[in-house]
């Protein structure tokens, strides 16, 4: 008789222990790596760390320099006692640094369970690389410190000579000069300081429409890192079963955000807001907005609409200006057959700037237009979109002191563009840019012409200096509301 042959485990299988171990040292080694990350982040930035890192960074080399020039009150020690303090300091900043390379490498290319790739949303090589590279510029930043210290120990107690210690010495000083600006480039950014969106701060939108169809909501999640976005897809298809009858989540979504605008504004009151909440939400659903455990809630709904408000403050300045002539009751609201209204920075730099373009049409009739971008020696210097542009409702001004619904019907029926404009690295100066709206037959119905002054140093709404603003407009709505 035959003995049975043994049936080997299949780790992977739903019923394997192997794997569900498996899974649960996995969690508990990212678990492990995002801690350290919150950790050593709040060591790195607390009190005047930064400050005091940037100091010593400026005051190492200086002491190098003035015992290279044989300054009479130069002293050996001091320079030394700098440079290895620096050293220590620099040690917390290193290991944020790779906690949070690992965190983010956790959170965007793990599969963990029911945890999905996020490889699929655009953003994630670019975060994974600009972690890489500040860790390694922190890894600079400490060896030099480390290497100008040995420098000036070798001098000091060694008989070096003086060509050999004056090389020694200059070499100090160059090593703390690279420290020094490696530290006006990282101490000022410390990255994934926030615990509810830790990978916000890093991303820059890439790909997007050129048509808003839901201004807010759609802007919003083009400035969401890939965690936050899937995060959102998921939420919003939560609410499947939590949204009024009339409404779906896309537009239970978009009214609530509105809301919120006004309410940041101060033109609605808490009250009011949780009034617009339930007019398109259910009971259960509110009761998640309100719960601070929740990823997406009030709160984070506000600190995500200020990231986003900060990165493109253009389309609120259209929103706004949109707002007011409705209150106003202004003659472009009705009396025009065409409203066309667009925003550009005044000044930009690195050859780049975002275009909003509003387009009411008051003819009442559905029409199919033509919006012509031309840029003087951009790239490409004419773009044309083809959009149908709906017969917007005529809003009475008594009705438009209702804030929530004539914003509402009024963002309803615009046609919302983003165009980017881009421009070749050699051009500076003065630039115009021609918005053009023609019929169906070429007809030209409405024509604007803006300028913007192209810069080769960072203007307040370049990219770098939005995403900067994104990030501290998150940590001071943070702090107000902890408050």
Known sequence: MEAPIPKLPTPY?????????????????????????????????????????????????????LLLVKWDFASYDAAIAAYILLAVLLIPTNLAATFAKMSARDRLKLRDGSQRSMDAYPGVE???????????????????????????????????????????????????????????????????????????????????????????????????????????????????????????????????????????????????????????????????????????????????????????????????????????????????????????????????????????NNTGVTTNVKIDVVVAEGEPALQTIRVEARASRRIDRARATDQVDSLGRLLDDATVLWIGLAWPDSKLGSHPVQVTLRGEHGKTLSSVVVQTTLSSKAQQESAGQRMSDAASAVRRLALSIAD
């Not at 678990?31 to 060591?43: I, N, Q």
């Not at 510029?137 to 003086?162: K, P």
Request: aromatic share 4%.
């Open 13 to 65: 299988s739903d019923s394997s222990k192997f794997g569900a171990s498996n899974q649960r040292a996995l969690s508990r080694s990212v678990s492990a790596r995002d801690t350290g990350r919150r950790f050593w982040t709040r060591v790195s930035g607390s009190a005047q760390t930064p400050l005091i890192r940037q100091t010593l960074s400026l005051v190492a080399p200086i002491c190098a320099g």
């Open 126 to 360: 670019r975060i994974l690389n600009t972690l890489g590279e500040r860790s390694l510029r922190e890894r600079i930043r400490l060896l030099s410190a480390a290497l100008g210290a040995v420098a000036l120990i070798a001098v000091r107690d060694l008989e070096t000579g003086n060509t050999l210690g004056s090389l020694l010495l200059g070499a100090s000083m160059a090593l703390g000069a690279l420290c020094f600006l490696n530290s006006l480039m990282l101490d000022d950014s410390l990255p994934m300081r926030s615990n509810s969106f830790p990978l916000l701060s890093l991303h820059a939108p890439t790909l997007h429409d050129s048509t808003l169809n839901k201004p807010l909501s759609d802007l919003m999640i083009a400035h969401l890192d890939p965690e936050t976005a899937a995060a959102w897809d998921d939420w919003k298809i939560s609410l499947l079963d939590s949204v009024r009858g009339n409404q779906t989540p896309d537009s239970a979504v978009e009214h609530l955000l509105r809301a919120v605008h006004l309410n940041e504004q101060g033109l609605l009151d808490d009250a009011r807001l949780m009034t617009e909440a339930k007019r398109v939400f259910k009971v259960t659903a509110i009761d998640s907005l309100i719960d601070r455990s929740n990823k997406f809630n009030l709160r984070s709904l506000r600190t995500l609409l200020a990231h986003t408000k900060a990165w493109e403050p253009g389309l609120f300045r259209l929103i706004d200006r949109l707002q007011d002539s409705a209150i106003r009751g202004d003659h472009s609201m009705n009396e025009i057959p065409w409203r066309l209204d667009l925003d550009l920075p005044p000044r930009c730099s690195q050859g780049q700037a975002d275009l909003f373009v509003m387009l009411h």
